[in-house]
């Protein structure tokens, strides 16, 4: 059998200008540039770019509605065709016919059967995956299609009118830098079709993607971009940099952005920071606002409950779980998704607002020489093991407490790829943990090698 062939210019960029050629090229083949580990692109066919625009001015336009005790009105259809559409609901009949005894889902259900989390109406020639880690222990391959993944600027045009920013990038110019640290990272270059082609990068900041580590800076002087996004791990690097171009905003994503870091990031910059509560299954889901009080949803499509450990929703001003139905991304429509994450809703204002949440906060760990790494490394140095569940601890005094719903042969392995990551001499120990009721099921001792201990 012929192995897949591999994709082409045409296939990431269909509707490429020569202009937009020559715009990559210039990304890539830049005397600064970092060394691009990657390919990828927008595999927008021309009916799709205009499907993408027309969603952009879709939800610049609505209006999020819906108030505690009166869900919105494309709810009961949207849970019919879920329903009836979806493999793991199809396979429990009728809805209930109160929505509140539909029984949530978290990201450990779709860890273990992504398939059957995705409609059968879609076609699977248009689809394409991703893998996301998080913080959770479930790292997930996720259902989505191009039209999903260009659609995310929507959300982020709206978060920015917020702050009086309308994007101006097209033809030739630069509106997005994705920026990343971390040891490996996915980086590329694309164009935005919606946009008149105005270019993409998704850069790394750590010094082995760049054969000076001068050049970061540079760079991105050089590239003049709009718009800056990044978690707030890869914007605590891009402040040690000597760059000394402003872009017009900076969106934080992926983790909690602290105030101290927000103020800094805005004071160097000199551009409104905005941090947005996203996830890799839903996409941008609220904005801080501090005249709200909290994260302002973004979605029109999107309802949000706040439940307890019950699967009852709380009445407003009470923290619970936030739990998420609809969405934007048809290959995974959501119902009553827990996200891991807490906090209480306000209807007080003209829109729906998240009040104290409280999300993933960014992680790092150090280093038996002293230095700091993300955590996506250590997920991502995981990925070739059989592991269901785990979670990584780090004390102060720079020791490790590795816990896996994993097999007990997995240990040895365990030990090799962390102490690779974090240095040899790591005082290293790992449980094996059922995860559903918190019991230590084994406990294996200090693994340090006592020659280098």
């Not at 269909?14 to 927008?42: C, D, M, V, W």
Request: charged content about 25%; glycine content about 8%; hydrophobic content about 40%.
């Amino acid at each position: 059998m012929d192995a897949d062939p591999q994709p082409t210019d045409l296939d990431r960029y269909p509707t490429l200008t020569p202009a937009g050629q020559r715009l990559l090229s210039f990304l890539k083949e830049h005397p600064h540039a970092p060394i691009y580990r990657n390919e990828s692109g927008n595999r927008l066919l021309p009916e799709e770019v205009a499907r993408v625009r027309a969603f952009e001015s879709e939800v610049a336009a609505a209006a999020i509605d819906w108030r505690a005790g009166k869900p919105p009105r494309w709810l009961e259809e949207f849970t019919a065709s879920t329903y009836a559409d979806v493999p793991h609901y199809r396979r429990q009949g009728v809805p209930p016919v109160r929505f509140e005894d539909i029984p949530s889902v978290s990201r450990a259900d779709l860890s273990r059967d992504i398939a059957a989390f995705v409609p059968d109406s879609v076609p699977v020639e248009r689809m394409i995956n991703f893998r996301t880690s998080g913080t959770s222990g479930h790292p997930l391959l996720l259902a989505s299609h191009p039209v999903v993944a260009a659609s995310y600027l929507a959300f982020h045009k709206r978060a920015l009118r917020r702050v009086g920013i309308t994007l101006l990038a097209g033809a030739g110019e630069v509106g997005v830098v994705l920026i990343g640290h971390q040891k490996k990272c996915f980086t590329y270059v694309s164009v935005t079709p919606t946009m008149n082609e105005a270019g993409l990068a998704k850069i790394n900041l750590h010094p082995d993607d760049w054969r000076d580590p001068e050049d970061r800076a540079k760079y991105l002087d050089d590239l003049k971009a709009e718009v800056y996004t990044g978690d707030p791990i890869s914007f605590a690097e891009l402040l040690t940099l000597p760059v000394t171009w402003r872009p017009r905003a900076l969106l934080s994503t992926s983790m909690t952005l602290l105030p101290g870091l927000r103020q800094r990031l805005e004071a160097r910059f000199q551009c409104p920071v905005l941090d947005l509560y996203s996830m890799n299954e839903a996409g941008p889901i609220a904005v801080a606002d501090p005249n709200s009080g909290g994260h302002v949803l973004l979605q029109p499509r999107m309802y949000v409950e706040i439940l307890d450990d019950e699967d009852r929703p709380l009445p407003p001003g009470e923290r619970g779980e936030v739990t998420l139905t609809g969405g934007f991304n048809f290959c995974l429509p959501l119902l009553r998704y827990r996200t891991g994450d807490h906090a209480a809703l306000d209807f007080r204002g003209p829109e729906p607002v998240l009040v104290g949440l409280q999300g993933r906060p960014p992680v790092r760990y150090r280093t038996t020489s002293g230095s700091w790494i993300n955590n996506i490394e250590i997920t991502h140095a995981l990925r070739p093991l059989a592991l269901p569940q785990w979670t990584v601890h780090q004390g102060t005094d720079g020791a490790v407490t590795f816990r896996h719903a994993g097999m007990d042969s997995l240990n040895t392995q365990l030990r090799q790829i962390l102490q690779s990551i974090l240095g040899d001499g790591l005082r290293l120990h790992i449980e094996q943990q059922d995860f559903l009721d918190g019991k230590v099921i084994q406990y294996t001792s200090d693994l340090a090698d006592p020659a280098t201990s």
